[in-house]
């Protein structure tokens, strides 16, 4: 299955940073010939000598574009936050697709132009044919690289959609956790039943720079799981986004 091209292709969205940290280079030169013209113009009519304020000025000019450089050249490379027009581009386009029922983890790695990959999991049904599954990744994959360059590698992450247990308490805690901070997210619920108890096993899904008590969040949770049902035993692991930012 091969999906439409108009869906497939990103907003050209890698442009604009790229393009705009190498903006005081092309600029330096006009700037710092005009100067030294203004000088020499300045000291004929008038017979002051500014040349070396003027240089002062251009060498401070020079330092500030080479700090500005360096630094969105060494950021990406030391882990700098993805670009969020990057991130929103890619959610939307695998979101999008009818049979993708939600997507985590996606982490960017960019390593300057032409040079960007991206790691994501999506949520399909778990009663689809896993080939079928496969060959849609597969296409995905190759439409990112085709019209956008990049390099995105996808895992399958099936998900039981037969299950109305799963599903009531898979709504239940995501309209708990809106109501605690819309930033929060879990994926890969699970119901283990046993013969004592039930273990209800999830990843909970932190936003970058959450500043919440991670302790009382998950008694809070653990507690709400339990008035669901006594015999629910929780086991929630915390997991760090890299892209999504909190909600202030």
């Not at 697709?97 to 997507?103: E, R, T, V």
């Amino acid at each position: 299955m091969t999906l439409p091209a108009a869906t497939t292709q990103l907003s050209p969205i890698f442009v604009p940073r790229r393009m705009t940290q190498f903006a005081p280079i092309q600029t330096l030169l006009p700037i710092s010939t005009g100067a030294v013209l203004l000088a020499c113009i300045v000291g004929q009519l008038t017979g002051l000598k500014i040349d070396g304020y003027v240089g002062l000025l251009v060498a401070l000019f020079i330092l500030w574009s080479g700090v500005g450089i360096a630094k969105d050249t060494i950021d990406p490379l030391i882990g700098a936050k993805p670009d969020e027009s990057l991130v929103h581009a890619i959610a939307y386009l695998m979101t999008s697709h009818p049979n993708i029922l939600g997507i985590h983890d996606l982490m960017v790695h960019d390593y300057g132009p032409g040079h960007q990959f991206a790691s994501i999991h999506v949520e399909l049904p778990a009663e689809q044919d896993p080939l079928e599954a496969h060959d849609l990744i597969d296409n995905i994959e190759r439409d990112f690289m085709k019209h956008d360059h990049l390099m995105v590698t996808i895992h399958y992450d099936p998900i039981v959609t037969s299950d109305a247990a799963v599903g009531v308490l898979r709504s239940r805690l995501t309209e708990k956790l809106r109501q605690l901070d819309p930033a929060l997210s879990l994926h890969d619920l699970r119901i283990v039943p046993g013969k004592t108890h039930t273990n209800v096993l999830f990843d909970l899904v932190l936003p970058a720079g959450y500043a919440g008590d991670k302790v009382e969040l998950l008694t809070q949770m653990e507690q709400f799981i339990k008035e669901q049902d006594p015999t629910y035993n929780c086991i929630i692991k915390l997991e760090q986004s890299y892209t999504a930012a909190a909600h202030k």
